[in-house]
């Protein structure tokens, strides 16, 4: 089966540092990786797509990429502030219109 | 409209009880999703409509039975359900014509208690 990993389950920065978060999958690389943000009781809220060939994506204060030999993506945070808190899911997407998720880094950026 | 709206937020039923989740997007997206999320764990998936016609089911125990009247629309049905059913319920709406790189929108799901 395909799998999504998230290494870390919580992960604490001090504001105005970068955060870096990481996603590793297994066997073959999915078409697509997605990063969405979720805050308790709350739905996920989608923030990044990246394509299999394309090897950084950025927006904003966020970046991704993707590395197909490494099979891992990373989510950074750049000059991250407390409103950056939450949980970020890391997702490979392909056919079937389906999503599989990791289980979530739990960020907190400290004042 | 770029929002994917459910109702209701909160629901406590007792194990007897016959109840239903709504869930409604007016983005045009053709693609549905009912998701259960329980605390501290990813969500998974449940069901997808795609066209208005269910195209995934992950092996969901019948007591819950989605339905999606049209295309705005999506329903999930529930009857008998057991205490360890109480979760958070997603709905999610998505472009199916971009196949697998199809963000989804999330709604802000509906809070279910089974007592």
């Known amino acids: 089966s395909q799998k999504i990993e998230q290494n870390s389950e919580a992960l604490n920065i001090q504001e105005g540092k970068t955060a870096t978060l990481t996603c590793n999958y297994t066997?073959?690389?999915?078409?697509?990786l997605q990063w969405y943000r979720q805050d308790p009781g709350r739905g996920p809220v989608f923030l990044l797509l990246?394509?299999?060939?394309?090897k950084e994506k950025r927006k904003e204060r966020l970046k991704v990429t993707f590395d197909t030999t490494l099979k891992q993506s990373l989510f950074h945070i750049t000059a991250s502030q407390p409103a950056d808190s939450a949980t970020y899911l890391c997702?490979?997407?392909?056919?079937?219109?389906?999503?599989?998720f990791g289980s979530g880094t739990q960020l907190t950026v400290l004042p | 409209d770029t929002e994917v709206t459910q109702t209701p937020k909160h629901l406590v039923m007792g194990m007897t009880n016959k109840k239903s989740l709504k869930c409604e997007q007016h983005?045009?997206?053709?693609?549905m999703y009912w998701y259960k999320q329980k605390a501290k764990k990813p969500p998974e998936l449940m069901f997808v409509?795609?066209?208005?016609?269910?195209?995934i089911n992950e092996s969901v125990p019948s007591r819950f039975s989605p339905e999606c009247p049209n295309s705005s629309l999506l329903n999930l049905h529930l009857h008998a359900l057991q205490p360890e059913d109480s979760a958070l319920y997603l709905c999610?709406?998505?472009?199916?014509?971009?196949?697998?790189?199809?963000?989804?929108?999330f709604g802000p799901g509906t809070r279910l208690t089974v007592l």
């Open positions: 999610a709406s998505s472009h199916p014509a971009r196949e697998g790189g199809n963000e989804q929108f």
């Open positions: 066997n073959y690389s999915p078409a697509y």
């Open positions: 990246i394509r299999e060939n394309e």
């Open positions: 997702v490979r997407s392909g056919s079937a219109r389906q999503l599989t």
């Open positions: 983005m045009g997206h053709r693609a």
């Open positions: 409509y795609s066209y208005e016609k269910l195209s």
